[in-house]
Each structure stands twice: as structure tokens, then as C-alpha cells.
């Protein structure tokens, strides 16, 4: 008989009997053991303040009453040009046994037929897979520009030689890194595009991940409410640790607050370690200028594999991709 799928129905009893096949399949870089893989599943669908979205958590895939694979989703929202939250899925964890790989492919096509009415994100290294989506009609981001900028006093040498001014908040709005004080978002979207749909629940789930540390430093202003933010963790690069950008968000029609933030983490850090670091590492897909007028010392273009699908009544509008997407860090 064949590999027979069926929909992943989350229970403890359940998860106890998926944790070892993940286990198994993700070794090498980001492998973890089961009791990291018991904190990602609570994380994503225990703890996530948007869990109940969308009731999938995935599909089983079972030869002889033993599962030989798995494809997972994470629920959450994005919103759409207006700001008005619409569900959202982000695929997780797709793992076949090797003697069932050729079974593979109904899994992703029931994932697929989900998009009738969902955002869905996927940032798979798969070569296979990504072929997959481009055949699928999916909306690829695969080009990226990496920038530094130093840090402390020589980052500010370098500012003044480049003519940056780190630009003023406005009155009564101040630079917070910790994200329980912020109170609610400004509900201004100036730019007309699909983007994660940011929430102080949002930020305090995601700066809890069990998989990858991660800071935050935002704009609010005497009531908390936020207006813009940045999202870093820490990387080495050649040995050398600095602080990456991997998520940006702002209600503002400039990016002088973000540039504020950037200006801001130039000398302080929002950690309370990371102050001699001498790097921050910025990234941006093609078409965005959100880092234009920075004192930018090095840059580079880079790959990688970014995927959105939009549903029909969305098609057409603007996407506004982040690092920070897909599982990679949950």
C-alpha cells in the first residue's frame, strides 16, 4: 500500500510521536533534540498570540502506521494595503524519509490549495522546492543588498566625513528596547503593500523565540504607542560579532525614524552586552530605499530564497518582504 497522508491532528500524544521524526530528518546546522523541538511546536501554536488564525498545523504522511513525513505551517497575519489583518501561513519543517520522496509532492499541493483564501510565506533552502513554487505562480524575492555600518567612534568619524545627520524625533516620542512598553501601533500606513501585520503581542512573542536571539528598539511616544522598530540579532561575520537587522517596520511616510534607530544602535546596543561590536548589518530587496543616506561602508548583493503567495483577492498588491519571515528563527 501506499505512503497515505493525512492531516496533522496536534495533541501532546501527537506531538510526542512527531518530535523524534523531526529529530531525525533535521540534522546538521539548526538540529535540535527533542526537547528543543517540544519548545518550537509550544512556541508556535501554544504561545503565539495568533495562533487561531487558521486551524491547520499540517499534514502526516504515514507508510504502514509510521510516519515518514511532514509538512508544517505556522499561523499568523499579515495585513493588507489599508492595515486590515488577513491570515497568514508560513510553511515549516517539510521532512520526507528518503525511500518515500517520491510521495512527496501531494503534500505541497494540499498546502497550495490553502492559498485560495491565504498570505502564504515559505523562505525554503530546497532547490527542489523552490522550483516547486516558481512552477506554482509563487511571488520570488531572491535578490538582496547587504550593508554595513560601523560602529562607535569610528562609525561616527565616518558619518560626519560621509555628511549624515542622524535624524530628530519628533517631540515627545523617545527610543525604548523594551517591547512591553509599547501599548499599541499607530495605525497610519502610509505605504500601500502586504506586510506582517505588527502587534505589541507580535514583538513580545517573536522576542521570545526559542531558536535565535532577538532585540528589539522602537519609536513610541509618550502613551507607548509605536510608530517604528527594528528587530536584531547577533552575528558573526569572520569571527567578528555585530548586530543584524532582520526585521524593519514604520507607520511613518519617511524612514527618518528608522535611520534614528540606526544612528541610535551606532552607540548604544540593545542588549546589555554587544556594546564594542563594531558592525551593523543591514539588509534590502530590490526597489526599497530604506537605507538610502546612511553612511553605508560596505555593501554587497547577495541570494536567497524568499517566497510569498496571495491569495486572488489580493493579487497585484505590493509586497513588502523582511528577513524575518518564514520559520527560520522560530
Wanted: aromatic share 10%; net charge neutral.
Amino acid at each position: 500500500m501506499p505512503a497515505q497522508i493525512e492531516l496533522y491532528q496536534d495533541s501532546p500524544a501527537a506531538r510526542a510521536e512527531l518530535v523524534p521524526f523531526l529529530r531525525e530528518q533535521f540534522q546538521g546546522k539548526g538540529a535540535c533534540d527533542e526537547a528543543q523541538w517540544l519548545r518550537r511546536l509550544a512556541f508556535w501554536w501554544d504561545l503565539n498570540p495568533v495562533a487561531d488564525a487558521h486551524p491547520c498545523r499540517g499534514w502526516l504522511m504515514r507508510d504502514g502506521g509510521r510516519i515518514v513525513g511532514y509538512l508544517g505551517v505556522i499561523p499568523t497575519l499579515y495585513e493588507d494595503g489599508a492595515g486590515n489583518p488577513v491570515p497568514a501561513l508560513i510553511t515549516t519543517s517539510w521532512a520526507v524519509a528518503e525511500s518515500c520522496r517520491h510521495a512527496a509532492l501531494p503534500m505541497g499541493m494540499m498546502f497550495q490549495r490553502l492559498g485560495r483564501d491565504l498570505v502564504m510565506v515559505d523562505t525554503t533552502p530546497s532547490p527542489e522546492v523552490q522550483k516547486l513554487l516558481d512552477r506554482w505562480g509563487w511571488l520570488p524575492h531572491k535578490e538582496v543588498c547587504r550593508s554595513l555600518i560601523v560602529r562607535g567612534a569610528a562609525g561616527g568619524m565616518l558619518a560626519r566625513v560621509m555628511g549624515f545627520e542622524p535624524p530628530c524625533l519628533a517631540a515627545g516620542r523617545r527610543i525604548v528596547t523594551d517591547a512591553a512598553l509599547v501599548s499599541s501601533v499607530c495605525p497610519a500606513r502610509p505605504r500601500s503593500c502586504i506586510q506582517k501585520h505588527i502587534t505589541p503581542a507580535y514583538l513580545r512573542w517573536y522576542l521570545q523565540s526559542p531558536m535565535r536571539e532577538h532585540h528589539f528598539a522602537g519609536v513610541v511616544d509618550a502613551a507607548g504607542m509605536l510608530t517604528s522598530c527594528l528587530m536584531l540579532t547577533p552575528r558573526k561575520l569572520r569571527g567578528v560579532p555585530m548586530w543584524k537587522v532582520v526585521d524593519w517596520f514604520t507607520t511613518e511616510s519617511t524612514h527618518d525614524e528608522l535611520h534614528a534607530l540606526v544612528a541610535w544602535c551606532m552607540h548604544q546596543t540593545p542588549a546589555k552586552r554587544g556594546a564594542w561590536w563594531p558592525f551593523i548589518s543591514l539588509l534590502s530587496f530590490p526597489e526599497e530605499e530604506v537605507w538610502n543616506g546612511l553612511p553605508l561602508a560596505y555593501t554587497r548583493d547577495e541570494f536567497l530564497s524568499h517566497y510569498h503567495w496571495l491569495p486572488a483577492a489580493l493579487k497585484g498588491t505590493p509586497v513588502r518582504p523582511v528577513m524575518a519571515e518564514g520559520d527560520w528563527g522560530l
